[in-house]
């Protein structure tokens, strides 16, 4: 029957597609593994660093280094998104790029220029496609990103800022609260957000000085907000396209039983027929 | 008597954690030198060994390049851009900036 040999290769080919989906799925839980232990890692110096900031930060000192400028009005905004470079991971890129986008245009109708700087492949293709020109852009950032390729994205954006080619850095990615929840989050990188608790700087000794130490690791500082959020966006990633695998395997599953239940039933109406034809054919016989 | 305790930080992981009789550390301007109730301290680190005394003897030395040493209630965190049991091959550019013009 023409009817159940369809169904039938359809069932191989709906099965072939689980174990892909399984397979994929398996892998993401490992990766996803790796990746929260590395978010974990980086905690204790983001937190460290973060103290020490606060502590020396002063207000004041934004007239003496340009790192900590903080203009009177923003002209000229730089977003940093930061995507993945492979899909198959559910809504991951499509709101990131959708926070990306709202971001631009709320700049925008506040009559504020914005400029581009993307890593991740998808990030980057979406915004070529759309004609939005990229200032810069990198596919290269691998699932383990280090601290070098941190610095790289973010060293010539922090000296636009600088130089006072940008008034602003935002900067978006995925925070990971947990694997469940890791929403797409617009943080603020330059100009610098302290609270200036500048309490803490008076009892200790400062060598060289207060200002020359927060000159020097405040590059750090930016770099390590931009290491945290590729680290995280990798975790975010990974616990993404688990979840999309684990739907996709289970609606396979879904799939599976419907078409197996849809053979069996013509198999069982092929034999009944078949039976009836002999019962009726020996019945005209006699 | 008091000991302190150390934590070396790089910034994808801790290097080392512990207790420790004393430290020597490459600050900017030379080793400063650490024992249990010195006072609090933030330093800025270029690049060489540091040295952790263990309480019972003994002790381990790490290569450190560039970062921010902070000193408080006998606790020592050391945040580094580099830090490992071998010299780096070529010490990062992100820990150059730490080191340069402070003479001036």
Not at chain 1, 138 to 153: C, K, Y
Not at chain 2, 6 to 28: L, Q, T, Y
Not at chain 2, 39 to 46: C, D, F, N, T, V
Request: charged share 25%; net charge neutral.
């Amino acid at each position: 029957m023409a009817g159940s040999r369809e169904v039938k290769r359809r069932i191989k080919s709906v099965e072939n597609t689980k174990q892909i989906t399984r397979t994929m799925e398996l892998v993401a839980t490992s990766k996803l593994k790796r990746a929260t232990d590395r978010v974990h890692a980086a905690r204790p110096y983001s937190e460290a660093l973060h103290e020490i900031v606060s502590g020396l930060y002063s207000p004041e000192l934004s007239e003496k280094y340009p790192i900590l400028r903080r203009p009177e009005e923003t002209k000229r905004a730089a977003i940093l998104l930061l995507t993945a470079n492979r899909g198959l991971c559910g809504g991951f890129n499509s709101n990131l790029i959708k926070e990306a986008r709202n971001l631009m245009d709320d700049l925008r109708r506040r009559g504020i220029e914005t400029e581009l700087h993307i890593a991740g492949k998808k990030g980057v293709a979406y915004f070529r496609f759309r004609g939005e020109p990229i200032l810069t852009s990198r596919i290269d950032v691998s699932d383990h990103p280090t601290v070098q390729d941190a610095e790289s994205i973010v060293g010539p954006i922090r000296d636009r800022f600088e130089n006072g080619d940008v008034d602003a850095v935002y900067l978006v990615s995925s925070k990971f609260k947990s694997v469940m929840s890791t929403p797409p989050h617009t943080r603020d990188l330059l100009p610098i957000q302290a609270d200036g608790g500048a309490s803490s700087a008076a009892v200790y000794i400062l060598t060289p000085s207060g200002d020359l130490i927060l000159e020097r690791i405040l590059p750090a500082y930016i770099r390590n907000a931009v290491y945290t959020a590729l680290v995280e966006n990798a975790a975010a990633e990974q616990g993404a396209r688990r979840s999309a695998m684990k739907s996709a395997t289970d609606n396979a599953g879904d799939v599976l039983e419907h078409l197996t239940r849809t053979y069996n039933r013509a198999r069982q109406a092929q034999i009944t027929q078949e039976i009836a034809e002999i019962v009726g054919g020996s019945a005209a016989l006699e | 008597m008091a000991s302190l305790r150390v934590r070396v930080v790089s910034p994808d992981r801790i290097v080392f954690e512990g207790e420790a009789a004393s430290v020597v550390a490459p600050a900017w301007d030379g080793q400063v030198g650490i024992l249990p109730g010195h006072a609090p301290m933030l330093a800025l680190i270029g690049s060489g060994e540091l040295s952790v005394d263990r309480p019972g003897g003994g002790s381990d030395t790490f290569h450190v390049a560039g970062g921010v040493l902070k000193v408080e209630r006998n606790a020592v965190t050391l945040l580094t851009e580099y830090a490992g049991t071998e010299p780096p091959a070529e010490i990062p550019a992100s820990a150059r900036v730490f080191v340069e013009d402070l003479e001036d």
